[in-house]
């Protein structure tokens, strides 16, 4: 019976706990502890009941170690009426041992096996009776608890009612608020497209109101259009005639003047002819002077080119073997870099012969690294990784102080290529 309310309340707690987990009461301390020590308790009543006294006399008879076996292996619901089954065989054992003095005296030992046995039976029952007023205890308690959990599933149930109840508040108001904002939404565009009308209609109104305007001033402008051509008109042919008496005055003073021009042009022709002939002996002198000049400048431009060549080539040489001896510089730096690069390049185990790298190195006034940059990569981290770190252990290249400062300007910024057995 425990191990059935056991489960129920399991099942109970299960159901309640699948309906809704509502909040923990503090006050509940759950039954776990309590039907532990109810169980127990039952097991020192029947364990109690069943121990018998020690026997100092005789051992009991075969019926009466059946009985507290059979006793031992069943449960204390049957105990009462295995008891009253002892009882009755005790008592039916006791009605010979009664009738007996009649015929014979009772051995002593007997009567206190006897005795012994009736002793153990009272004990038995006293046990029996407490056993059975705990059971109902048990039982009892096992009432109260399946109340408690009654009531604690009708609260667990009420509890989830009150919270679906509140879900469905929510979400009712949810959706009217969703509603409310639709509403609002609806009632702010229709507000904003009667703004929108309003406003094309004004500006309608106004794009009315404007053309309006332009057809009046377009209007006033074509009559004063036609005013100024009018005007424009009597001007040109006042003008017209202004003209045409200038026109009469200036072939008057055209004519006069040209009068004066064929006096003034005999008297030029015949200086204009004086002048020609003092012209010509002053050009014919000149000429000759420029003549005399001009050779006079050939010549010093001849030896001036002369010289200048005689320059060049000096020049020229000088040049050659300063270009061949800062080629030579050069040449000599980058072999000294190359040979040192290659000391210390660690060639990946993975790389093959035809990979190829071109690193881009920057130096500085001392011939340390400031920077190298892949130019071209060779497709591999690896290699154009351990390329970099060759030209950085390699590094600095002091022999780069003693160069000439202009070679030490063009040597700053080179590139090198890296190939398996080959660094150019």
């Known amino acids: 019976?425990?191990?059935?309310?056991?489960?129920?309340?399991?099942?109970?707690?299960?159901?309640?706990?699948?309906?809704?987990?509502?909040?923990r009461d503090p006050q509940d301390v759950g039954y776990t502890w309590p039907a532990v020590l109810a169980v127990a308790v039952h097991l020192l009543v029947v364990f109690f009941?069943?121990?018998?006294?020690?026997?100092?006399?005789?051992?009991?008879?075969?019926?009466?170690?059946?009985?507290?076996?059979?006793?031992?292996?069943?449960?204390?619901?049957?105990?009462?009426?295995?008891?009253?089954?002892?009882?009755?065989?005790?008592?039916?054992?006791?009605?010979?041992?009664?009738?007996?003095?009649?015929?014979?005296?009772?051995?002593?030992?007997?009567?206190?096996?006897?005795?012994?046995?009736?002793?153990?039976?009272?004990?038995?029952?006293?046990?029996?009776?407490?056993?059975?007023?705990?059971?109902?205890?048990?039982?009892?308690?096992?009432?109260?608890?399946?109340?408690e959990a009654q009531r604690r599933e009708e609260e667990a149930q009420r509890l989830a009612e009150q919270q679906e109840a509140e879900a469905q508040a929510?979400?009712?108001?949810?959706?009217?608020?969703?509603?409310?904002?639709?509403?609002?939404?609806?009632?702010?565009?229709?507000a904003q497209r009667q703004r929108e009308a309003e406003a094309e209609a004004q500006r309608q109104r106004?794009?009315?109101?404007?053309?309006?305007?332009?057809?009046?001033?377009?209007?006033?402008?074509?009559?004063?259009?036609?005013a100024e051509a009018q005007r424009q008109r009597e001007a040109e042919a006042e003008a017209q005639r202004q003209r045409e008496a200038e026109a009469a005055a200036q072939r008057q003073r055209e004519?006069?003047?040209?009068?004066?021009?064929?006096?003034?042009?005999?008297?030029?022709?015949?200086?204009?002819?004086?002048?020609?002939?003092?012209?010509?002996r002053q050009r014919e002198a000149e000429a000759e002077a420029q003549r005399q000049l001009e050779a006079e400048a050939e010549a010093q431009r001849q030896r001036e080119a002369e010289a200048a060549r005689q320059r060049q080539l000096a020049g020229e040489a000088q040049a050659a073997a300063n270009a061949q001896q800062a080629q030579q510089a050069a040449n000599s730096f980058i072999n000294i870099v190359r040979?040192?690069?290659?000391?210390?390049?660690?060639?990946?185990?993975?790389?093959?012969?035809?990979?190829?790298?071109t690193i881009q190195v920057r130096l500085g006034p001392s011939g340390e690294v400031l920077l190298t940059t892949i130019a071209s990569s060779s497709g591999d981290s690896a290699f154009d990784r351990s390329a970099m770190q060759a030209v950085e252990h390699a590094a600095p290249f002091s022999e780069l102080r003693d160069l000439p400062a202009e070679l030490q300007r063009n040597l700053r910024q080179f590139n090198l290529r890296f190939t398996p057995g080959d660094v150019r």
């Open 49 to 147: 009941s069943l121990v018998s006294l020690p026997s100092s006399t005789a051992e009991p008879d075969s019926s009466s170690i059946v009985q507290a076996t059979l006793v031992s292996t069943e449960t204390f619901t049957d105990q009462a009426q295995q008891t009253t089954e002892q009882q009755a065989a005790l008592n039916g054992s006791d009605k010979p041992d009664v009738a007996e003095p009649a015929l014979e005296e009772p051995d002593t030992r007997e009567q206190e096996a006897l005795q012994q046995q009736a002793d153990e039976a009272a004990a038995r029952e006293e046990a029996q009776a407490r056993a059975e007023e705990q059971a109902r205890e048990l039982q009892e308690a096992q009432a109260q608890a399946e109340a």
């Open 1 to 23: 019976m425990w191990a059935c309310y056991l489960n129920r309340h399991k099942m109970v707690k299960g159901s309640a706990h699948m309906a809704v987990k509502p909040p």
């Open 339 to 357: 040979r040192a690069v290659e000391q210390a390049w660690l060639i990946p185990a993975g790389a093959s012969d035809t990979m190829s790298a």
């Open 255 to 280: 004519a006069e003047a040209e009068a004066q021009r064929q006096r003034e042009a005999e008297a030029a022709a015949q200086r204009q002819r004086e002048a020609e002939v003092e012209a010509q």
């Open 206 to 226: 106004e794009a009315e109101a404007e053309a309006q305007r332009q057809r009046e001033a377009e209007a006033e402008a074509q009559r004063q259009r036609e």
């Open 170 to 190: 929510r979400e009712q108001s949810q959706r009217e608020a969703e509603a409310e904002a639709q509403r609002q939404r609806e009632a702010e565009a229709e």
